[in-house]
């Protein structure tokens, strides 16, 4: 059965496929459901022996430059982040699509059906179709495993980055996985014809043609791919497309995987067309299940007649937004739900909460106090554990966007004639998006004030290490802050009174100030101790 | 053979330590399984899940339908009922007594203990008070691991060998402390059953 079986979360299965394909180095930026394949090979072994570049960068986009030098110079390497961080990453995404690749180059994303950890459900397939590259979406850990092989051979193959989409259920579900042998990383070369990384528009205009001519190869490589299958089934009035994890929602639902009907499931895009047709050849009905945007049921259209009764997310029979399950796949086919206990009504809501002691606590304490005598002043925040300074008791904070954005809408806010406007950021997101912000606000003199919660780590994806560590008062002095308004305070309880009164004065002094609420996560500070 | 579990806790009770202790186990005996895992922003202080299935056949979902799971293992009263549409008309629910207060409007503990104890087949203890005894309150995750062994595919020796296994490279001491929670939970379960 499961004999040479290691137990991975989809996350690893991805990770340890690659150290196993000869990566030479990781490029990240955490974020859910993405954090943990970085994770794996900062604590592989192999990786250390090997000392493949594991290290986190500055941001989604820098990531995907950093990978895409190494790959210039012909190594294999990959870059992780989660959904959101690809719009981050978008310019050199894109970009690198008409470039191409040397060293074989996969983009992992991992996007979040749900919000479980997210500010949006977006579909990244839209961006690997936009960019006009080869996408993988995995049904299973195993198959996660097996496709960054093909994935790699098919962007060398092509010289182009390829995209492997998973989503939160395929990255945090563990399963057995059985690994081939250890490859060798590639040795290293240039690229042959070096002028199609230099994107001039003469040099573009030809790279843009030779995609476009690749996409029939991709086309091809998708029908032939072992990934995707033709099976077909006994029961003729209905045909199924079922993607990535959906598929195995759909198998589900029926004794020893046994599908009646004809399915086809699709796990590399481009969209398998033929496939596709095959089975509507055979079939009145059709069913697409798929985990996000329908991103192949819009397809769909282009692929067969419109004769055909499509059903899936666009005509109700899925719930439009969410994660699919077994049971949505169960009733999308007409199946008869078991009997079940009723919700009990004894249970309320937990939400997630600053963890007892956590310094982001006495920072919102002081934020509170002060902006109870500025009614009409405004604080705008970010993305991290911080954020949850939006809820109660503080309900200190007017908003959350994308990373960085705190300092920026401050800006805007005070621009518009908001007397007091301030940003609440994170160390780790002043370091991804927040410093080309305040640089706005020192070029242009703005009242606002940045308040960075340092707590010297990325803590709402577990801890990473923060890229601002030891260097926020320099960045912030160097960007042009003046020192006399650059505070650093200690968030503790008994420092309270002096912490309000210094961020009151900041507050109200008329240019950039900058307020830095400085104490390590607890959680981290625990886990130091616990290792010794 | 099928087991499908819901474990459930709040964020920072040990829920996935269980769930890699079964883990081992499941691989040791060569069964199929499919965990999911919450990670993540609920991972701080939220409510939290994780869908385990064990099988000597192959498994399709990582996810598990309603009204299927065999058991239901939480570490907290309020969580143990949170997922009870999950729960197969025939399944156990197991949970611990001692309630995670981190909110301020938790529910009269008198209603949740009654709604429990009004399902067919529960198991409730105070597995805080055994931990202790342990040594460490935080092993009340163990002592729960412990309870649920009558209804896992795996005997008393077997667990212990996965305890070993993944907490081998903490030392006997830790070892020890483990095992005794699981054993007392093992106990109380049993002489909860069969008064
Ligand atoms: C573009 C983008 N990348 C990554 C994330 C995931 N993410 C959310 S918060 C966070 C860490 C923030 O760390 P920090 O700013 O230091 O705040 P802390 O959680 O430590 O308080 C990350 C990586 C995201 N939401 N958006
Ligand atoms: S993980 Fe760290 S930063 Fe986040 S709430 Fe807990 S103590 Fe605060």
Redesign the interface.
Same mark, same amino acid.
């Given at each position: 059965?499961?004999?040479d079986?290691k137990?991975l979360?989809g996350d690893d299965a991805v990770a340890q496929a690659a150290i196993d394909a000869g990566l030479s180095g990781i490029y990240a930026y955490p974020g859910?459901?993405s954090?943990?394949i970085m994770e794996f090979v900062q604590k592989s072994p192999d990786a250390r022996r090997r000392n493949i570049h594991r290290q986190w960068s500055a941001n989604e986009k820098t990531a995907v430059e950093e990978a895409l030098g190494l790959s210039y110079v012909g190594k294999r390497s990959m870059v992780c982040m989660k959904h959101v961080g690809l719009n981050v990453a978008a310019d050199a995404f894109i970009n690198a699509a008409m470039t191409g690749v040397n060293g074989g180059l996969i983009l992992v994303v991992a996007d979040d059906p749900s919000m479980?950890?997210s500010q949006n459900e977006q579909d990244s397939r839209f961006y690997g179709k936009f960019a006009m590259i080869p996408v993988f979406e995995p049904s299973c850990q195993q198959e996660a495993y097996d496709m960054v092989f093909e994935a790699y051979a098919l962007s060398e193959k092509y010289a182009v980055p390829v995209m492997m989409r998973l989503t939160t259920?395929?990255a945090?579900?563990?399963?057995?996985v059985s690994r081939r042998t250890l490859q060798d990383e590639n040795s290293r070369s240039l690229p042959e014809n070096p002028s199609r990384f230099i994107l001039l528009p003469v040099n573009a205009r030809r790279q843009y043609k030779n995609l476009l001519a690749l996409q029939a190869r991709f086309s091809e490589a998708s029908l032939r791919s072992t990934f995707n299958q033709y099976m077909d089934g006994p029961d003729k009035s209905l045909g199924i497309v079922a993607c990535g994890?959906a598929y195995?929602?759909?198998?589900?639902?029926f004794e020893?995987?046994n599908c009646p009907y004809p399915v086809v499931k699709i796990a590399q895009y481009p969209v398998p067309s033929e496939l596709i047709q095959n089975m509507a050849a055979t079939v009145k009905k059709i069913l697409v299940l798929e985990e996000g945007y329908p991103f192949v049921e819009e397809q769909l259209n282009g692929i067969i007649s419109n004769h055909y009764a499509v059903s899936g997310r666009l005509d109700g029979t899925l719930p439009r937004d969410g994660e699919l399950?077994?049971?949505l796949a169960?009733k999308a086919l007409g199946l008869t739900?078991?009997?079940?206990?009723?919700?009990?009504d004894?249970?309320?809501?937990?939400?997630?909460?600053?963890?007892r002691g956590c310094g982001h606590i006495d920072m919102f304490s002081c934020i509170s106090e002060v902006m109870k005598e500025i009614p009409d002043g405004l604080v705008f925040s970010d993305i991290g554990?911080y954020t949850?300074g939006a809820l109660p008791p503080f309900s200190a904070i007017v908003s959350c966007v994308d990373m960085g954005a705190s300092i920026t809408m401050a800006k805007g806010a005070s621009d518009g004639g908001v007397p007091v406007a301030a940003g609440v950021i994170g160390d780790s997101t002043f370091t991804h998006s927040g410093m080309t912000g305040l640089l706005d606000c020192i070029l242009e003199k703005t009242p606002v004030t940045i308040i960075i919660g340092d707590n010297s780590t990325a803590a709402?994806?577990?801890g990473q290490d923060s890229s601002a560590y030891g260097r926020i008062e320099k960045i912030c002095l160097g960007l042009g802050v003046e020192e006399d308004h650059l505070q650093v305070l200690t968030s503790l309880k008994k420092y309270h009174q002096e912490n309000m009164e210094k961020l009151k004065k900041e507050l109200l002094y008329q240019g950039v100030s900058v307020v830095v609420f400085r104490r390590e996560c607890v959680q981290v500070a625990a886990r130091r101790v616990r290792k010794g | 053979m099928k087991t499908d579990i819901i474990l459930a806790g709040?964020?920072?009770q040990g829920i996935l330590s269980i769930a890699t202790v079964i883990?081992?186990a499941a691989?040791q005996k060569? +069964? +199929? =399984?499919?965990?999911?895992?919450?990670?993540?922003?609920?991972?701080?202080?939220?409510?939290v899940q994780s869908?385990l299935r064990i099988s000597?056949?192959? $498994?399709?979902?990582?996810?598990?339908?309603?009204?299927?799971a065999d058991l239901i293992l939480s570490v907290e009263p309020?969580?143990s =009922?949170?997922y =009870?549409?999950?729960?197969n008309?025939d399944g156990w629910l197991v949970t611990n007594e001692v309630p995670f207060l981190?909110?301020t409007?938790?529910?009269?503990m008198e209603? $949740?203990l009654s709604?429990i104890k009004a399902?067919p087949h529960s198991v409730t203890l105070g597995a805080d008070a055994l931990a202790e005894t342990c040594g460490s309150v935080k092993v009340s995750n163990m002592v729960m691991l412990g309870a649920a062994i009558p209804f896992l595919p795996f005997s008393e020796p077997e667990i212990e060998m996965a305890v070993r296994t993944i907490f081998g490279s903490k030392g006997e001491e830790v070892i020890e402390t483990n095992l005794k929670a699981i054993r007392l939970g093992t106990d109380q379960s049993r002489s909860y059953m069969n008064p």
């Open positions: 059965m499961q004999n079986k137990l979360l859910t459901p954090t943990e479980h950890s259920r395929m945090h579900s563990r399963s057995g994890i195995n929602y759909l198998l589900e639902n020893n995987q399950s077994p049971d169960g739900s078991r009997s079940v206990f009723p919700v009990s004894s249970t309320v809501p937990r939400p997630p909460a600053l963890c554990c949850l709402m994806t577990g | 709040v964020g920072g883990g081992a691989l060569n +069964y +199929y =399984l499919k965990q999911a895992e919450v990670h993540g922003m609920s991972q701080r202080g939220g409510s869908n000597d056949r192959p $498994i399709a979902s990582d996810l598990i339908p309603l009204g299927s309020m969580e =009922l949170r =009870l549409p999950f729960l008309r981190n909110i409007h938790y529910p009269d209603r $949740i709604e399902l």
